[in-house]
């Protein structure tokens, strides 16, 4: 099953995007084996100001057709890293072939976007940075295919 992070905003050369791609390159390596990635990573930018809507039109283009959507918001679940793991064995063992995690931009995602998605994630009832979430969404993704391949990375 592809991968993708669909997220609104271009990442620069940061402290951040040396985190993303350490913890993306390790998923790929792990994730191989267990028939998970490539990740891709899919930028949208709202150039014209539009605000959210635009920013959901953008993020919908991107989506790959048919692609189990999970949206990053702070009203979703709050799920233990091997529950988003299983959660994650469970879409690929469906067969779906795409899984797209959407991250809003700074002021969230679109109410009907965030309608329209198969599931709603969350990292706690705090607000973060949404570069932050691309940081924490790609150490779990390393997480989760570690978890799922009985690595040691995670420790209960």
Do not use: N
Not at 82 to 105: T, Y
Not at 108 to 132: C, K, N, Q
């Amino acid at each position: 099953m592809k991968v993708h992070i669909c997220a609104v905003g271009r990442l620069r050369a940061s402290p951040e995007k040396t985190l993303i791609d350490d913890y993306l390159k390790r998923f790929d390596r792990t994730g191989r084996g267990l028939s998970l990635g490539p990740v891709s990573v899919l930028e949208v930018d709202d150039r014209k100001g539009g605000g959210m809507a635009a920013e959901a039109a953008l993020i919908r283009r991107a989506l790959p057709q048919g692609a189990v959507v999970c949206a990053l918001d702070e009203r979703g679940v709050v799920e233990t890293s091997p529950k988003f793991a299983r959660r994650i064995e469970g879409w690929r063992d469906s067969g779906q072939g795409d899984l797209a995690f959407v991250i809003g931009g700074a002021d969230g995602i679109a109410p009907d976007l965030r309608a329209e998605a198969d599931h709603l994630l969350s990292f706690g009832a705090m607000v973060w940075p949404h570069m932050m979430v691309r940081v924490m969404l790609a150490e779990q993704l390393y997480r989760a295919s570690s978890i799922l391949s009985g690595g040691p990375y995670h420790r209960t």
